[in-house]
């Protein structure tokens, strides 16, 4: 295979991996909105669409795999193959937390909510945007943006905490709010799940670029 063709297959990965970051965020968007609806039909649309980022994922890996029994790529050339596989393996997560959060949906049906959704909009938007960076820190290998989305997860963690406080207060006040203030920490809990895939992806780009996931932070250009 010549170098052009081998760039082209390595830019098909990059291709493949920007449509199931796009389902990725499709399906979140969607499953918040039928939370915030209480569209229980939009909810299941997005639980049938989880299948295709799970055959996006196996076509991808299949392609990964042919590249490496055919050319037995070397140093960064090996990394960045690797790197794909893994990336895939946290989108397809990242989609089953996204179905998670539809299928709470489902579950809490035409239940008033426990409260207004304040917060947990916000940690999708902030999750969704580690998404995004992540994956273009991976197209362009850019070690800072990498760096700014494992720093940025603290954000998350934070939102998550004032979260899991709040509806605590809610259950403890009056317990009849207990099943329906757990589904929204569950709703949370995939959010933040969501953040943390986003932050493989960022670790997993400082590999590729450098070899190392850790190391020191950039001093001379802010990370927030």
């Known amino acids: 295979m010549l170098r052009s063709d081998y760039d082209r297959n390595l830019a098909d ?33 997005v639980i049938d669409a989880d299948d295709d980022i799970d ?11 042919m590249l490496l029994a055919t050319q037995q790529p070397a140093a960064t ?15 397809e997560r990242m989609g089953d937390y996204a179905e998670g959060i539809a299928k709470i949906c489902i579950r809490i049906g035409d239940q008033p909510l426990v409260k207004p959704l304040i917060d ?24 800072w943006l990498a ?10 963690d934070d939102l998550y905490n004032q979260i899991y406080r709040e509806l605590l207060t809610y259950m403890l006040s009056d317990p009849r709010t207990i099943e329906r203030a757990t589904y929204l920490l569950w709703v949370a809990h995939n959010l933040e799940r969501i953040a943390d895939r ?7 780009v400082l590999w590729l670029v450098t070899g ?11 990370l927030r």
């Open 147 to 156: 760096r700014k989305v494992c720093a940025d997860d603290d954000a998350i």
């Open 77 to 91: 050339d090996l990394r960045a193959v690797l790197c794909a596989v893994h990336i895939a393996a946290e989108l």
């Open 212 to 222: 190392n996931t850790v190391g020191n932070r950039p001093e001379n250009r802010s």
């Open 55 to 65: 055959r996006l994922q196996d076509a991808l890996e299949s392609k990964c795999v």
């Open 198 to 204: 986003a932050t493989n992806i960022g670790e997993r």
């Open 13 to 45: 990965l990059q291709t493949d991996l920007a449509e199931m970051g796009s389902l990725v965020e499709t399906a979140t968007q969607s499953a918040l909105s039928a939370l915030e609806t209480q569209n229980v039909q939009l909810a299941q649309q």
């Open 120 to 143: 947990i909009p916000r940690m999708a938007e902030l999750a969704l945007k580690m998404l995004d960076e992540s994956l273009l820190a991976y197209t362009s290998r850019d070690e």
